[in-house]
Nanobody, 125 residues
Framework: QVQLVESGGGSVQAGGSLRLSCASFGYTVSPTCMAWFRQAPGKEREGVAAIYTNSGSTYYADSVKGRFTISQDNAKNTVYLQMNSLKPEDTAMYYC??????????????????WGQGTQLTVSS
């Protein structure tokens, strides 16, 4: 069974940096795409960044372009989200997601079948 385990969340001051990790297990064929989503209280789940694992192509929400970077370490079956220049509005629960299909909107939460349990990021001003 596919499992995704996030780590690296915490509290940071505005302007700071943090890196999230997502370790994936339980599959013999690698997911075609993996992504990070976030959800703040009272808001919809938002796609933050995605990576097409075969080519390494990346996709970002406009709100994080230039500040966040998604990357992968295939040997470790791990995807990372490097977050720089953090803002209070980045505060949310961050979720890792994976899917094995091709195509679609890589930043749409409806596209992904497998989800981690989430890790909290709090950015204080």
């Amino acid at each position: 069974q596919v499992q995704l385990v996030e780590s690296g969340g915490g509290s940071v001051q505005a302007g700071g940096s943090l890196r999230l990790s997502c370790a994936s297990f339980g599959y013999t064929v690698s997911p075609t795409c993996m992504a990070w989503f976030r959800q703040a209280p009272g808001k919809e789940r938002e796609g933050v960044a995605a990576i097409y694992t075969n080519s390494g192509s990346t996709y970002y929400a406009d709100s994080v372009k230039g500040r966040f970077t998604i990357s992968q370490d295939n040997a470790k079956n791990t995807v990372y989200l490097q977050m720089n220049s953090l803002k209070p509005e980045d505060t949310a629960m961050y979720y890792c997601a994976a899917d094995f299909r091709y195509g679609g909107n890589y930043l749409s939460y409806t596209r992904y079948m497998y989800w981690g349990q989430g890790t909290q990021l709090t950015v204080s001003s």
